[in-house]
């Protein structure tokens, strides 16, 4: 409410003014014509004002009334008035508060809120109707206006009644009874002949316990209606008052107290207490593998509506039912009903629950999931309309009637999480049963990471995090988590208390295998050979699995199909799911042979796009599998299947790279370049197999630095294909991985001259990617050697072949060296332009290391033209994403822009802080001339620092270093010979023994 002019006129007539009541009237048809004019919100001609409330005067009077009305008005709130000769209105500015139009406002919009904001706009509303509109105002000699009013209060009633009689039912529904309570007495209070809310009155008082208070108003609503009306409640009424009655005798409910605090599952509980009170919602069923918590969390819902339910609430274990029984027994038994001498049943049930707002929870039901206990479900939701039927199964009913919620484990820190571990369900979980096994385990800075990492290995799963926890009182987090990566076994209980179904994991898992037929076993024990999810087509490919199938194990809660149409399962059920694979090794062999051969296909046909303009569509294809590639390469390695190699090589190069696998992929080529050179091969297509491997391994140890091994590998394989007459498309990478080995070693003039056969191997193999990849190499070797015209021409050439591919990862680093080169020149805003387009092309893909390099090269426009601050925030940035990428070459050389940035602003302590951390680095990569670069920057520092002679001695190493590039050796020349005396201070600094490490312990 605003603190200007306030109009409250439902209930009496009050007018206030900054919180002041406004008394200056003088008569009470002054404030009454100002309500007037702020309920009609128009200009209202002066002779109808005169008529409305001085209509029994004459009109001369009347007009003269109104006359001395207007100008006290005027006198007490003229910002407020319009008054004109022929009208008077009442003006929006300065603005108003009226609670008549903030009460129709608050009921219109509140219809186009969700529930919750809808409960609460128009409980607000309906607080603003304290009474009728202008309730006690007596006007004498105006009729018209009480014909007005008379209209006005009941169209406002009647808004109020039924704001009021909506606002109850929602309460109701979303189980807010308390709140229910008071909006249906402040119903009552303006209708009480309204039946509808006391029966409403009734069941919320019921609801909550006080089941006397709802007898006492069934008994007023009886004597209102009598006394009015002259008639009995209507039998609904009637009804209800008998259910409330026979809910105070017996008991109302079956329910045990629970051994321990339910812990998590706020979402779930709050999803199910909206259905729950939803009477559209009849049949529930909570879906989910065994040890999920369907149970617990069933257990927790139903204690929390005890009160709710008139006819009770009662669980019904459906354990002990066999594959074939009956079920109704079972639930005759939960509810007390004696059964002795009865025929029929299910006709006994029908008659208990028919008129019972009753609920029942069936556990369990995977147990008794046959065509009969379904049909018997059917009827009883049809004979008794107020039961609800709350089902756990590992497997759906496939009812119509059904409403599933699907149960996954409870939420657990990401790896390197920064939320607090304790904020985790999982967590909280583990800790808590952990505590009762014994009172000392505590969550501490120690363990927190280790206990998450237990959770996410879990994924969750409830029984599995209590039984983990069970053992933290023999052995420590570390050895838990090392059990459970190897076996499921460690997850078994010995409590005696402990359920005989929850005292083993993998006894749980056991029960709903058995419950699957051959084919379906078949097909979920051969889809473990899968990692990371899998589709319909691989699964028919690999494992002749049908859509049908696949459709019955997730039916089972063995299988989730995400979003995405792919299928997946909790982490301890594929270890369930491995153990049955490994137990038939005939199966596994084929199986495994299968999969490598689906995912060389597979590969083979995405490796066209990949190297054209269909990349990102293509990328993002095999991005979805990479687990499954993974597994493919370890078993075709295991299978000496070089074929594998063959077929995949050439995509696997690109995506590695574009995705940020560096090292994953350096391991993998070591590792399948040891198994197949174990095999010996024979024949010259597998020798060539074998030395692409070598190459590619070569290629990526280039990418994390080690450049020494790189040039051993790229030099034999190139060796080796050379022999083999390999196809010159293979010899072409070869070449071009053999000069980057050469350049990482600072041997430019052997790195050019492996670039340039590159480009006549790619040219006989008329590849436009593999020359463009060529000319754009040879064109960066020239920026570094300083001869920015033949680099300016081979770029060009580079692109206008580059471009008419349309292939991103090309464009992302010829735009990139184009934009280099416009720098160069002073080119900014040219360059600027270019290089935005390179990191386009870097998003386009995720290529996280191609969006860091454009990233770095914004930050050295920025550098060139002075914007430092800016210049730092793009080196900080592409840090992170060639950390990010496992790239430390280009980590360390971002990182030594950033401390040059840093310096340029005089921060001096955050630019040795960079320098150091660059140094070790580009140490740890072996990248000679970044540590050239990085030495330089440290000479700069020490310069501004007062440390001539050290300086010097670092300048004079990096002029004369053979990996310092042109740039960096032509810096280092100037700014010794900047300074005079510098012999002097040489021969100082050649008296101390240079080292990086030296330079390290100074810095």
């Not at 000769?85 to 009921?107: C, H, K, M, N, Q």
């Not at 008794?368 to 009883?380: E, F, G, Q, Y």
């Not at 999810?533 to 696949?550: E, H, I, K, S």
Request: hydrophobic share 50%; glycine share 6%.
């Amino acid at each position: 409410m605003t603190a200007g002019l306030q109009i409250r006129l439902f209930g009496g007539l009050e007018i206030r003014q900054g919180n002041v009541p406004i008394t200056a009237f003088i008569s009470n048809k002054a404030p009454a014509l100002l309500g007037y004019l702020a309920v009609v919100g128009r200009p209202v001609q002066r002779e109808l004002l005169a008529t409305l409330f001085w209509g029994e005067m004459g009109d001369g009077d009347a007009k003269n009334n109104l006359r001395q009305v207007l100008t006290n008005l005027r006198k007490v709130l003229d910002p407020h008035l319009d008054i004109t000769r022929e009208s008077v209105a009442l003006r929006t500015e300065p603005a108003y508060w009226l609670d008549v139009a903030e009460f129709a406002r608050g009921i219109k919009v509140a219809a186009h809120l969700p529930p919750e904001e809808h409960i609460a706009r128009l409980a607000a509303a309906t607080m603003l109707y304290r009474g009728d509109l202008l309730e006690g105002v007596l006007l004498r000699e105006a009729p018209d206006f009480e014909d007005w009013l008379t209209m006005q209060r009941v169209r406002l009633r009647e808004l109020a009644l039924n704001a009021l009689h909506e606002l109850v039912g929602l309460q109701m529904a979303e189980a807010r009874f308390a709140d229910a309570i008071d909006s249906a007495t402040r119903l009552l209070a303006l209708d009480p002949w309204r039946e509808e809310a006391h029966r409403q009155l009734m069941l919320a008082l019921a609801r909550t316990g006080q089941r006397s208070a709802a007898l006492a108003q069934y008994e007023q609503c009886r004597r209102t209606l009598r006394m009015v009306f002259d008639v009995e409640p209507a039998l609904e009424t009637s009804e209800l008052a008998e259910q409330i009655k026979t809910a105070r005798r017996g008991p109302r409910h079956n329910l045990l107290p629970p051994i321990n605090a339910f812990v998590g599952r706020n979402d779930e509980l709050r999803v199910l207490r909206r259905l729950l009170a939803d009477p559209s919602v009849r049949l529930i069923t909570l879906i989910g593998p065994g040890g999920i918590g369907k149970t617990r969390l069933a257990m927790q819902s139903a204690a929390e509506r005890i009160d709710y339910h008139l006819g009770g609430v009662w669980f019904v274990s459906l354990i002990p039912v066999g594959d074939a029984d009956d079920i109704i027994p079972a639930i005759l038994t939960a509810l007390r009903i004696p059964t002795l001498g009865v025929d029929n049943l299910l006709q006994t049930l029908v008659n208990y629950l028919r008129h019972r707002d009753a609920l029942l929870i069936l556990d369990n039901f995977e147990h008794a999931l046959t065509p009969a206990n379904l049909d018997s479900i059917a009827r009883l939701l049809t004979a008794a309309p107020m039961l609800r039927i709350l089902v756990t199964s590992r497997t759906r009913l496939q009812m119509q009637t059904e409403r599933i919620i699907e149960i996954e484990g409870l939420p657990s820190p990401a790896p390197d999480d920064d939320p607090a571990a304790e904020a985790f369900a999982a967590v909280e979980l583990l800790v808590r049963r952990a505590q009762q096994q014994e009172a000392t385990f505590a969550l501490t800075a120690q363990n927190k990471e280790v206990i998450a990492q237990i959770c996410r290995a879990v994924d969750g799963m409830p029984l599995a995090i209590e039984l983990a926890a069970a053992w933290l009182c023999t052995l420590t987090v570390d050895e838990v988590l090392s059990e459970i990566a190897h076996s499921a076994d460690i997850l078994t209980s010995t409590m005696h208390d402990a359920p005989p179904r929850h005292r083993s994991l993998s006894a749980v898992f056991a029960s709903s295998w058995r419950m699957l037929t051959a084919e379906e076993q078949a097909v979920y024990a051969g889809a473990a050979i899968f990692r990371g999810g899998f589709d319909a087509g691989a699964a028919r490919a690999v494992v002749d699995a049908t859509p049908a199938t696949l459709s019955r194990l997730v039916n089972h809660s063995l299988l989730r199909r995400s979003a995405d149409g792919r299928y997946r399962r909790h982490p301890l059920l594929l270890q369930f799911a491995i153990e049955q694979l490994h137990g038939d090794p005939l199966r596994l062999a084929s199986t495994a042979q299968r999969h490598v051969a689906y995912f060389a296909h597979f590969l083979k046909l995405h490796t066209p796009a990949l190297y054209g303009a269909g990349q990102p569509d293509a990328l993002n294809a095999v991005r979805r599998d990479l687990d499954n590639i993974r597994q493919a390469w370890h078993l075709a390695g295991e299978q000496r299947a070089f074929f594998f190699f063959a077929d995949t090589l050439d995509a696997l190069l690109l995506v590695f790279d574009i995705v940020g696998l560096i090292q994953v992929a350096r391991d993998l080529c070591r590792l399948a370049g040891q198994q197949l050179a174990a095999a010996n091969p024979t024949s010259s297509a597998e020798r060539i197999v074998l030395a692409r491997v070598q190459a590619m391994e070569g290629a990526f140890e280039f990418r994390v630095g080690n450049f020494a091994r790189a040039r051993a590998l790229t030099e034999a394989a190139r060796d080796a294909l050379c022999d083999e007459q390999a196809d010159p498309w293979v010899l072409g990478h070869a070449y071009i991985f053999l000069g980057g080995a050469y350049f990482g070693l600072g041997d430019l003039e052997r790195t050019l001259a492996e670039f340039h056969r590159a480009l006549d191997a790619y040219t006989a193999a008329d590849s436009a990617w593999g020359r463009a990849t060529a000319l754009g190499n040879i064109a960066e070797m020239h920026m570094v050697a300083g001869s920015e015209a033949a680099a300016l021409d081979y770029a060009q050439r580079a692109q206008a072949i580059a471009e008419p591919t349309g292939n991103a990862y090309l464009l992302v680093h010829n735009t990139y060296r184009l934009a280099v080169l416009l720098a160069t020149a002073g080119e900014y805003a040219a360059a600027q332009r270019c290089q935005r387009a390179s990191l386009a092309y870097a998003e386009q893909l995720n290529y996280t290391s191609g969006i860091g390099i454009a990233t770095a090269s914004l930050g050295d426009i920025a550098f060139a033209t002075g914007e430092y601050a800016v210049a730092s925030q793009y080196f900080a940035d592409a840090v992170e994403l060639h950390r990010t990428a496992g790239n430390w070459m280009d980590e360390a050389r971002c990182l030594v822009r950033q401390a040059e940035a840093a310096l340029a602003q005089n921060q001096c302590e955050p630019c040795r802080s960079l320098l150091h951390t660059a140094l070790r680095k580009a140490m740890q990569a072996d990248a000679h001339a970044v540590q050239m670069d990085a030495l330089l920057q440290v000479a700069r520092l020490w310069l501004q620092q007062q440390r001539s002679a050290e300086a010097a001695a670092l300048l004079d190493h990096v002029a004369a270093a053979p990996a310092s590039t042109v740039a960096t050796r032509t810096i280092a020349t100037e700014l010794l010979a900047a300074y005079t005396s510098r012999q002097s201070r040489v021969e100082h600094a050649k008296s101390q023994i240079f080292s990086l490490a030296h330079v390290l312990a100074h810095l």
